[in-house]
């Protein structure tokens, strides 16, 4: 009985680091960044291209990443993860120029695109239906854990012993895990000798992976640069890091309450619309904010923590429950395409918008915009869902199946 209590302990905790160590490369550099900025000495918008760097490998490679978790098993998956983690951020650790940045921070997006196949493949194989929701909110909680570790931490090490040291840090605990992994996964993969084909998604997956594309260059472009937008605002950067702690904090929140919450739900589209909408409102606050009122940016962080983050997670729930998206893995890998591109296109978009305009206003305004087309595509989604569980689709199959039984000839 202990043992079992154990493995199932193990297991979730093996789910959230496999969700927080792939995505820790995307807060590290957000509150790291300033120290990049300052010893690296490149210009403050530069980093919103490492993030795109790791973002844009996942989002290719997240094409095949389900064909190739079906294909080698979630125990050789996993330990795939957990390595190319550390080797990018012993990497990055070690580096000394800007370019040599990016090449390692995209070694990161080979763990990022095999995050969410693997983890949905084993919560889909080893986790009781009644209980599949509450795990996917628990193991994306990771994320946001990632983000909770990034703001608090790493910022104080950065601090005492340089950022070299803060990114150095993650290297033993990914090899840890890496090394740990057969102790949670199948003794023997399920490989498949399928072919590292693309299928085509179908309507109802295509809505859902536009909705994530929106959500993740509003995630990525705010998390990026809140910090820098704080600063400039005259908060100390000691104190602009905490707002991505405070982020973290909420999305664990988010994710925990709200993926539970979606299942119990008829249709889990009608939440996402809710939540868009109220991270478009968190995002039109945290543009008030100036000098003399740094209110805004806390409440923008909550804001953005308790709504948009969730949507990722009950995006991943909606997969599980739901056969009419496609096969999970498959269709896993197809939604975490979406979201990463979003994640690549987001700080590259805010900065490039930024520079431009000669203000950050115009981009901030951007990810609102942004954010109200993911509401209208999440509305979307709810009709052509309510419209399918509207076809009498069992009816015409039980008159084709009549038909056919009538047709055949009758045997001797």
């Known amino acids: 009985m202990a043992k079992s209590l154990f493995a199932g302990i193990w297991f979730r905790i093996v789910l959230v680091f496999a969700m927080a160590l792939p995505m820790l490369v995307l807060y590290a550099i957000s509150t790291l960044g300033p120290f990049l900025v300052r010893d690296l000495r490149f210009e403050p918008g530069l980093p919103g291209y490492l993030v795109m760097s790791a973002f844009g490998i996942a989002a290719i490679l997240s094409l095949w990443s389900g064909a190739f978790v079906d294909r080698i098993g979630t125990r050789r998956a996993l330990a795939v993860l957990f390595f190319a983690v550390a080797l990018a ?39 009781s239906p009644e209980k599949k929701a509450t795990v996917v909110g628990f193991k994306q909680s990771g994320v946001q854990l990632a983000a909770l570790f990034a703001g608090l931490i790493l910022p104080a090490i950065a601090t005492q012993y ?50 994530q594309f929106c959500v993740g260059i509003a995630l990525s472009a705010f998390v990026t640069f809140l910090p820098t937008f704080a600063v400039r605002q005259g908060m100390a950067l000691s104190v602009a890091g905490s707002l991505i702690a405070v982020f973290g904090v909420m999305g664990i929140l ?54 948009a983050v969730g949507t990722n997670a009950i995006a991943m729930s909606m997969l599980i429950r739901d056969a009419t998206f496609g096969p999970i893995a498959t269709a896993s890998g197809f939604v975490s395409v979406a979201f990463f591109s979003g994640f690549a296109s987001g700080p590259p978009l805010y900065s490039e918008f930024s520079n431009y305009s000669g203000n950050s206003q115009s981009s901030w305004g951007l990810l609102i915009g942004v954010l109200l087309c993911g509401c209208l595509t999440a509305l979307g989604l709810a009709s052509a869902r309510r419209r399918k569980a509207q076809t009498p689709a069992p009816t015409g199959a039980v008159q084709r199946a009549t038909t056919a039984k009538v047709q055949e000839p009758v045997k001797p």
């Open 89 to 127: 951020f012993a990497l990055i650790a070690t580096v000394e120029d800007y370019y040599s940045l990016v090449a390692a921070a995209a070694i990161c997006g080979i763990a990022q695109a095999l995050a969410n196949p693997v983890t949905n493949l084993l919560i889909a194989q080893h986790v």
């Open 162 to 211: 340089g950022w070299h040291a803060a990114f150095g840090i993650v290297v033993p605990v990914a090899i840890l895990f890496g090394i740990t992994t057969p102790f949670i996964a199948p003794r023997k993969p399920s490989e498949t000798r399928k072919a590292f084909t693309v299928p085509l998604p179908n309507v109802l997956l295509l809505r859902l992976m536009a909705i």
């Open 254 to 307: 988010s994710r925990i309450t709200l993926t539970p919450l979606g299942a119990r739900m008829k249709d889990e589209s009608l939440l996402l619309i809710v939540l868009i909408a109220i991270a478009a409102c968190a995002i039109a606050v945290t543009m008030r904010a100036n000098a003399d009122s740094h209110w805004p940016l806390w409440a923008g962080a909550v804001g953005m923590g308790l709504t």
